[in-house]
């Protein structure tokens, strides 16, 4: 099932993102061109999906989740063009293909990520992606604002480029990652549910711990993808983490214990959705997915 609705939900997502890389002039060519090189070179689409899936979840089309769906692949995007940089993790490999300062230049993929980020937020106010009220698009604006600046993603990047060998315990990790790689996977859930413009304070509640406990799930299973995997399947360089010496649950937990806290989180997940019908089975596989991926 999940491969069927991650295929459709990628056309979907794909489909909106295309025409957001029109160039207005000419001299904007080659930074519009790393942009869309940037977002449009595969990918998952995991983020996307998970707000389709909870806009589903709550009975609305999953249409009214385009702006969502794009805003958060689009901040993904940029965060790992920046991410990717020699100032940060260093990397030459993204998706199987040479990362944006590689096939372009450091400081077009800088200006890449730059646009890649505000580009996002003009997705999330176009009615035509996003036909909210103006009240829910103000609403979302401000989920992903949070999620994605210094109180959450990029907090998180920051502690984490501050951690490389030093030991964190097992609370000072998840704290990291709950910004790097949660915080995002939190909004994606939550602005899905926003776009359906029939989200309930409680249902809220419930999808918010679903989310939290998927974004822990996630960042657990790269962990030891990066320890179990190649670079052929990962996309990315194998043992990337391990070289750079930072902190991960298999180091910190062990790698069976790390396996068995991702399973954890799982069920973890899958019981924050009681309340919800067969309308949400999409997010149960999703949380399924996560933790089995191998890539």
Known sequence: MIAAYQALCQQRVDGA?????????????RLYQA?????????????????YAACEAL???????NGAACAVELIHAYSLVHDDLPAMDDDDLRRGQPTTHKAF????????????QSLAFTALLDPALSPQSDAIRLSMVQVLAQAAGPAGMVGGQAIDLGSVGLQLNQQALEFM?????????????RLGALASARAQ?????????????????FQVQDDILDVESDTATLGKRQGADIALNKPTYPALLGLDAAKA?????????????RPFDAAAEPLRELARYIVARRN
Request: aromatic fraction near 4%; include cysteine.
């Open 201 to 217: 304070p409680s249902q809220l509640e419930c999808l918010q711990t679903y989310a939290q406990a998927v974004g822990l799930a």
């Open 35 to 51: 942009m869309r090189y940037s977002v449009m070179n595969g990918g998952k689409r995991v983020r996307p999906l998970l707000a």
């Open 105 to 116: 230049d450091e400081a077009c993929a800088i200006l890449a990520g730059d646009g890649l």
């Open 17 to 29: 993102l295309q025409d957001l890389f029109v160039p207005p002039s000419a001299e904007l060519t």
């Open 261 to 273: 806290y991702a399973l954890d989180l799982r069920d973890q997940a899958l019981h924050a959705l």
């Open 177 to 189: 990652h709950r910004h790097k790689t949660g915080a995002l996977i939190e909004a994606s859930v």
């Open 59 to 65: 009975g609305a089309d999953a249409t009214q989740a």
